[in-house]
T-cell receptor, first 114, second 114 residues
Framework: AQSVTQLGSHVSVSEGALVLLRCNYS??????LFWYVQYPNQGLQLLLK??????LVKGINGFEAEFKKSETSFHLTKPSAHMSDAAEYFC????????????FGSGTRLSIRP | NAGVTQTPKFRVLKTGQSMTLLCAQD?????MYWYRQDPGMGLRLIHY???????AKGEVPDGYNVSRLKKQNFLLGLESAAPSQTSVYFC?????????????FGPGTRLTVL
């Protein structure tokens, strides 16, 4: 069975600091991994997805994530946080080799301090 | 191209009342999904559909019914609402047969059951 665990329900960083949001996955098959962002009162928006083509995946808004099979991790990073990055971030895994039937983590709320 | 739209945006029900949430997508996607989002629990899949006329249960289907009479629409019904169904409901769609396979989300419906 697939599952994801996001470490830390709330992360706070200063503007300009490194953003690191942690995600570990469990999957019995090669996973299809995602990071989504949700801004207040909005739906989810895809940041990036891992499809086994490359272990370092670059997404929108300067975010990237690295797939590490040995650590079963898919952490999300951004070198320099902006105030506009404040949102909730969800890591997700697909049960199949596509974006179908995604299983979401519980989310990490990112706050940015001025 | 409106993407995924949801109707209504907000609704308050009394226990025992019924209602239907409408999801519409104009991207000709085969797959559609209904999720609920509760604090600290991420998104959980209620029901999904892999094509017109087909539906299947997700992780938390009890108390809900769905129909996919037209490819572009996916309806979520609550026959007898309960306070435990107070949540934010998101619809999503994707087409796993394309290179841009990604789930696209609607803006959500905030439902309160008193």
């Amino acid at each position: 069975a697939q599952s994801v665990t996001q470490l830390g329900s709330h992360v706070s960083v200063s503007e300009g600091a490194l953003v690191l949001l942690r995600c570990n996955y469990s999957s019995s098959v090669p996973p299809y991994l995602f990071w989504y962002v949700q801004y207040p009162n909005q739906g989810l928006q895809l940041l990036l997805k891992y499809t086994s083509a490359a272990t370092l995946v670059k997404g929108i808004n300067g975010f990237e994530a690295e797939f590490k099979k040995s650590e079963t991790s898919f952490h999300l990073t951004k070198p320099s946080a902006h105030m506009s990055d404040a949102a909730e971030y969800f890591c997700a895994v697909s049960k199949y080799s596509s974006a179908s039937k995604i299983i979401f983590g519980s989310g990490t709320r990112l706050s940015i301090r001025p | 191209n409106a993407g995924v739209t949801q109707t209504p945006k907000f609704r308050v029900l009394k226990t025992g009342q019924s209602m239907t949430l409408l999801c519409a997508q104009d991207m000709n996607h085969e797959y559609m999904y209904w999720y609920r989002q509760d604090p600290g629990m991420g998104l959980r899949l209620i029901h999904y559909s892999v094509g017109e006329g087909t539906t299947a249960k997700g992780e938390v289907p009890d108390g809900y019914n769905v129909s996919r009479l037209k490819k572009q629409n996916f309806l979520l019904g609550l026959e007898s609402a309960a306070p435990s169904q107070t949540s934010v409901y998101f619809c999503a769609s994707n087409d796993p047969f394309t290179s841009t396979d990604t789930q696209y989300f609607g803006p959500g419906t905030r439902l309160t059951v008193l």
